[in-house]
């Protein structure tokens, strides 16, 4: 297993609810990047949640403003994401992803070098 373990992907009808955790192992930095990117079928790979390990600033997709939460549970070394009013089009393979911080935290996939194998979520209509 690897330093990221994603869990709580499925299948929900549109407007249902899904939380995903990510446990991650210990990292070796105090303060560092942490969240959530999806990728579509056949689409790429696009930042969702991202938070500041060690701040307070979090930065959230557009498509999933008011809907979606990202929280962590420091005890539990896990990252959560609450995800409420799913869409059809919030359908993709999830990723929980962790790098280093350079001053801020953006969707940038490059610099995150760790990464999850990933938990599918599929909304229906």
């Known amino acids: 297993q690897g330093p990221l373990a994603e869990s709580g992907g499925g299948s929900v009808q549109a407007g249902g609810s899904l939380r995903l955790s990510c446990v991650a192992s210990?990292?070796?930095?105090?303060?560092?990047?942490m969240g959530w990117f999806r990728q579509p079928p056949g689409k790429e790979r696009e930042g969702v949640a991202v938070?500041?390990?060690?701040?307070?600033?979090?930065l959230y997709a557009d498509s999933v403003k008011g809907r979606f939460t990202i929280s962590q549970d420091n005890a539990k070394n896990t990252l959560y994401l609450q995800m409420d009013s799913l869409k059809p089009d919030d359908t993709a393979m999830y990723y929980c992803?962790?790098?280093?911080?350079?001053?801020?935290?953006?969707?940038?996939?490059?610099?995150?070098?760790?990464w999850g194998q990933g938990t599918q979520v599929t909304v229906s209509s």
């Open positions: 992803a962790r790098g280093r911080w350079y001053g801020s935290c953006l969707f940038r996939p490059h610099e995150y070098d760790s």
């Open positions: 210990p990292y070796r930095e105090d303060r560092y990047c």
């Open positions: 938070a500041y390990i060690g701040g307070t600033s979090i």
